[in-house]
């Protein structure tokens, strides 16, 4: 691998306004992945993202929905550190194993409402939000609401940042993770 800029910090070694973070995540996930290690050296940024992932995580919007947008997000960019994390949540959540085969080969859902998440999410990106109005209708027509509609967008900027942080820093997989890769 080539070097790279983005040493992985500690909490001892990174900036101070890091730590804080550093150590919550470490408390929450039950290690420090080398992502936020790595997100760490520009403690604006890990703020942000944990900012942001935080208020997407208390959306309206269902946990398989939240993690639909998620791992289209990263199979989309490519990041596998970010479909391994979200692997582990979809099994740990005893998510259906043929939804969680779909979302990580980026392949039709099994689920029609979650589907509806998928296309929906692709569409936002695609299209830098300018959605076709049949796929707004169709994201509606399962349910979900013009709030839901923005909470995705939300969740796709926080999984943006993510995954592209991730791919530039050139976060490895977790030994945690790999199990999920």
Avoid: K
């Avoid at 790279?4 to 910090?9: I, R, S, V």
């Avoid at 995540?25 to 604006?44: D, E, I, K, M, N």
């Amino acid at each position: 691998m080539p070097e790279t800029p983005f040493a992985e910090l500690t909490p001892q070694t990174a900036p101070a306004t890091s730590r804080r973070i550093m150590e919550a995540t470490r408390q929450r996930l039950g290690f420090l992945p080398s992502a936020t290690a790595r997100l760490a050296v520009s403690p604006h940024t890990l703020e942000g993202f944990t900012r942001m992932s935080a208020a997407f995580e208390a959306t309206t919007l269902d946990q398989l929905a939240r993690e639909t947008v998620v791992l289209t997000v990263a199979t989309r960019n490519e990041c596998h550190l970010c479909v391994a994390m979200h692997t582990r949540t979809l099994r740990s959540l005893r998510a259906d194993e043929a939804l969680i085969e779909a979302l990580r080969e980026a392949r039709p859902l099994p689920d029609a409402r979650l589907e509806a998440v998928r296309v929906f999410t692709l569409e936002v990106l695609d299209r830098s939000g300018a959605v076709a109005p049949e796929t707004l209708d169709a994201f509606l027509a399962h349910g979900y609401t013009a709030e839901q509609a923005l909470e995705v967008v939300l969740g796709i900027g926080a999984y943006t940042l993510s995954t592209l942080a991730n791919r530039l820093t050139g976060a490895p997989v977790d030994p945690e993770l790999e199990p999920f890769a």
